[in-house]
């Protein structure tokens, strides 16, 4: 599509929200106040907005391939730390997706350029949970990845001193990891949620515990199948 097209799809979109709501940018350009921080994968098939449905000024997003946080990234940290102490965020939510290139890209090793120095922090997941991946075949290996990843990551955002400043100051903030599937259009709980260091620590405890629980079904499970036979499903009964 050419940028005129682009730009013509714009014009008419904002045509369209001022007619259902004529006072919408004049308010939007005042101030944001969005309750929810949204830690995504860059991957164009996975918006923010769109897939919570929520309008603009609704979700302060930050998205990098693989849907990284980690300690020494001053870019994630930063927007986490505006999100948290200036925009006053109450859930910061940490979402992967099944079947994202990244993380499949580390899982086989390829060399794609400078991202490939980037994509280590996800080779030190696999690592760190190479027992839990070795015996998967390699489709749930990569989907079994991508869940072990957001449960690293929101450990990696629960142990901040930003998110534990906060919660020791006694701010409602609430830190969640969720999965989402191409497939179906749908997010995923996976019983990581915490609004305390307790909380974080137990929940990614419980977490990794059915994750070794549920590798039988896992490992004989297609693709397909491993999408419903994901952490959200094996922990239906458990607290989330
Ligand atoms: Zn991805």
Redesign the pocket.
């Known amino acids: 599509m050419a940028l005129d097209n682009l730009l013509a799809r714009n014009r008419a979109w904002s045509a369209r929200v001022s007619e259902q709501d004529p006072h919408f940018f004049d308010r939007l350009a005042k101030i944001q106040t969005p309750a929810y921080y949204w830690i995504g ?1 860059s ?1 164009s098939r ?1 918006p923010s907005n769109q897939i919570l449905d929520l309008a603009p000024g609704e979700v302060f997003t930050h998205r990098n ?3 990284l946080l980690p300690p020494g990234d001053l870019n994630s940290l930063s927007t986490l730390q505006f999100a948290v102490d200036v925009l006053g965020v109450r859930h910061v939510m940490i979402v992967g ?1 099944y079947g ?4 499949r890209a580390s899982l086989e090793g390829a060399r794609l350029g400078l991202v490939d120095t980037w994509l280590g922090h996800v080779q030190d997941v696999q690592v760190r949970h190479h027992k839990l991946l070795s015996e998967l075949p390699h489709p749930a290996r990569v989907d079994r990845l991508c869940e072990l990843n957001v449960a690293e990551q929101f450990m990696n955002v629960c142990r901040t001193h930003i998110v534990n400043d906060a919660w020791k100051s006694g701010k409602q903030l609430a830190v969640h990891g969720l999965i989402y599937a191409l497939e179906d259009g749908l997010l995923r709980e996976m019983g990581l949620s915490a609004g305390n260091a307790g909380e974080a620590e137990q929940s990614y405890q419980e977490f990794i515990e059915r994750a070794a629980g549920c590798q039988d079904r896992a490992s004989s499970s297609s693709h397909e199948a491993h999408v419903s036979c994901s952490h959200a499903s094996c922990s239906a009964g458990l607290p989330v």
């Open positions: 994968c991957d996975v391939v693989a849907n997706h994202c290139s990244g993380i």
